[in-house]
């Protein structure tokens, strides 16, 4: 590489540092990206646009949020100002529509396990025997007992501690 064209890439990259435009923003942006996941830069920047843009701005908005301030509603109305109405209106929409999906779904997973509960207390029911083990405690961090053992949690009885 000759002085010239070392010279004038010094400059570039210092108009991209002073004044960005779009593509050094961008490039800025996939330099975090590769950083921050730990991924080599030719490929960050191979991959989709709109990926890394979008987990660049959550982790950004992510920190905002978590600062206590009101920067992120800010951000956002100043967004809703400059973006127009149409374009919040379509993301509210599909944010909603999405929250009902995300209730709907749990809604469903409530209810199958209902239904198990009740199943597997009626089959015992028809059998006259007890439960061996309480259906609440599945997944619970109480511990329980074997008869004549001391009581243990889960956890030691997986680590095999007592």
């Avoid at 000759?2 to 400059?11: N, Y």
């Avoid at 978590?66 to 967004?79: A, F, I, P, Q």
């Avoid at 929250?99 to 997973?109: K, L, V």
Wanted: net charge negative; glycine share 4%.
């Amino acid at each position: 590489m000759d002085r010239v064209s070392f010279r004038a890439i010094k400059i570039l990259a210092l108009k991209a540092a002073d004044q960005p435009d779009w593509e050094d923003w961008y490039r800025r942006i996939c330099r975090w990206y590769s950083r921050e996941f730990s991924t080599p830069l030719p490929q960050v920047m191979q991959m989709a646009e709109q990926e890394i843009l979008q987990t660049y701005f959550e982790d950004k908005y992510e920190q905002m949020a978590t600062s206590g301030d009101e920067t992120v509603r800010k951000e956002y109305e100043n967004l809703k100002e400059t973006v127009g109405l149409d374009e919040v209106q379509v993301v509210d929409q599909e944010q909603e529509e999405q929250d009902q999906e995300d209730a709907w779904a749990q809604e469903m997973i409530d209810q199958v396990k209902k239904d198990w509960k009740n199943k597997e207390e009626s089959k015992l029911e028809e059998s006259g025997n007890s439960p061996a083990i309480d259906p609440n405690l599945i997944n619970s961090e109480e511990s329980f007992s074997l008869p004549g053992e001391d009581s243990i949690t889960q956890d030691e009885e997986l680590d095999g501690r007592e």
